[in-house]
């Protein structure tokens, strides 16, 4: 296992990648890898990385992708297969550098659709399951809508001054995102085929109020998917982490706890009790 700080940065395929560590590390009990939205970074988690280590005695790790936080800038144009680059490249790297052995993807919009097809594209035995935060499978209208929303009000309010509390660069954060999702190529991004070919348990935490999406994603994935859909639907809009924090904390934690239950025993000590 790597000798990972609390806090500090990975050097991965020449990017240096600002990470979190809470709780234990891999090789005492499994980890909860937590994929940040369109605009997000580790810091706009919240507490939501102890409380969810907290509540279900796994490692939890958060990573800022290129572009986003501390790390390092993305070049742009971002390219329209944007995510699936970082599930084909940047995911299965970030995951043989900490020395993940198993546990949860845990995505959040971005993070989530990245997370889709990380699974649905990779045979990763040790991934037991997803949790998908307001995730993507389509573009809808009202995704374009609010998404353009967003481009004038980063124009002409001071919601550039506010991501630059979490961004280094805001500027390549929020174009990284918004020009990609605003091209007229994007329209049709789809990415509900990966659904077919995962074969773990899936959560989605939906907002009802959710301004990036509505519930034509939950049917895409219910349409789509071989392996058991659960749906926690929350009075919350884009981040029920953050409006819904509890009601959030309760049902991916008792997700995550239900699909490692029958090894809850930590790796350190299960591998010594095997060696006796």
Request: net charge negative; aromatic share 8%.
């Amino acid at each position: 296992m790597p000798d990972l700080a609390d806090h500090g940065f990975l050097d991965i395929a020449g990017q240096r990648l600002e990470y979190r560590w809470v709780g234990p590390g891999p090789g005492e009990a499994p980890t909860l890898v937590l994929l940040h939205e369109g605009l997000g970074s580790i810091g706009q988690w919240g507490d939501f990385p102890e409380a969810l280590a907290t509540a279900t005695g796994a490692g939890v790790f958060v990573y800022s992708r290129t572009g986003y936080g501390q790390s390092s800038p993305v070049s742009l144009p971002r390219p329209l297969t944007y995510m699936h680059d970082e599930a084909r490249d940047s995911l299965p790297a970030v995951l043989d550098a900490i020395g993940f052995r198993r546990g949860l993807l845990i995505g959040h919009s971005d993070g989530a659709s990245i997370a889709t097809i990380y699974a649905g594209t990779h045979q990763d035995h040790r991934i037991d399951g997803l949790v998908l935060i307001a995730p993507h499978f389509v573009v809808e209208d009202v995704s374009i809508a609010s998404i353009r929303a967003a481009k004038t009000a980063y124009e002409t309010t001071d919601l550039r001054e506010k991501l630059a509390r979490w961004h280094k660069d805001p500027d390549n954060a929020f174009r990284g995102w918004n020009d990609v999702w605003l091209d007229p190529g994007f329209r049709d991004w789809d990415i509900s085929e990966p659904l077919a070919f995962i074969r773990v348990p899936i959560l989605i935490v939906q907002g009802e109020h959710d301004q990036y999406g509505t519930a034509r994603q939950i049917e895409i994935a219910r349409e789509e998917c071989y392996c058991p859909v659960e749906v926690a639907l929350l009075d919350a809009r884009h981040t029920p982490q953050r409006e819904a924090l509890q009601e959030t904390l309760k049902a991916v934690s008792e997700f995550c706890i239900r699909l490692l239950r029958d090894d809850r025993t930590p790796i350190a000590a299960k591998q010594a009790t095997e060696s006796v």
